[in-house]
């Protein structure tokens, strides 16, 4: 059977280490000769397009990219359809979709066949959470991924996919989270991708007040008030979030030293100030560029590189 990375939850102390290496040491250009990788977006994204065709590239593969208005998942033809269609044709299917439990609808009615990758579901986003990992990394442990226990990671604003997967690697990794949100925003327990189930790593802690939540805090992150799918909620989002915005007064309560994070597309203004969003604090590119990083981290672990 083949391997398949849906959340960060499910992959083992194992996978996750050999992704991180092989996010990051030499690759060989030939790991995907001759096979093809599909990308299917129900929902689009700059970075994580970019990031998937340019790794599949650049380890020989050859990627397709097939949109919601050609598949129409649900709507033109079942999930398991397909994935039964995608198997005969590619390795690898990675996919970017709304509702979570397609992926297990594809791994079963192709027996595992095909490989799949989530870039993105409604509740998990592990790419992004091993690109961020790695750029936390970079900060504070010269890049080892075995060293960041007992920093303090303060996520502020909706508690989206973003924040479960993020939450999830990083108390793995030992690291303390803190997430800082409204009622109706904050994190609760689920049964996929879920930071509560989490024991022996770091610990997790919740805020309703976000000066709170980042009091002391070594990374201040945050994501989009107005997720994909929340459009109609934008003048209600925007008044009950409002406290929550990341802003130079905001970062003054964290470390001295603390870095701004954010996945991105940004809504400056609304969860980040333009001056923090494009100052000194921010690592924003270098996650973009880890978005790349933990793609072929991912790709070479499908392929079985050591």
Known sequence: MTKRFITVGDATEQDLSDIYHLARTPFDDETLKGQGVALV??????????????????????????????????????????????????????????????????????????????????????????????TIADEFSRGDLTQLAGLEVAYVGDATNVARSLAVCLLRAGVNVRVGAPAGYQLTPSEVENPFAVTGGGTLRLFSNAAEAVRGANVIYTDSWVSMGFE???VKRREELAEFRVDEELVTRAD????????LPAHRGDEVTNSVLDGPRSRVWRQVHHRHSAMMGVLRWMKEEK
């Open 41 to 134: 977006f129900e929902r689009p994204s700059l970075r994580t397009r970019a990031s998937s065709s340019a790794a599949v590239h650049e380890l020989g593969g050859y990627a397709t990219f097939f949109g919601a208005d050609e598949v129409g998942l649900d709507e033109r033809e079942s999930a398991e359809d397909i994935g039964r269609t995608l198997a005969e044709m590619f390795a690898i299917c990675a996919l970017r979709v709304r509702d979570h439990g397609v992926f297990e609808r594809i791994w079963r009615a192709t027996g595992g066949r095909l490989a799949l990758i989530n870039l993105l579901s409604d509740v998990a986003h592990p790419t992004q959470a091993v690109a961020d990992a790695l």
């Open 256 to 263: 001295a030293n603390a870095i701004v994070m954010h996945c």
């Open 232 to 234: 109609s909620e934008v």
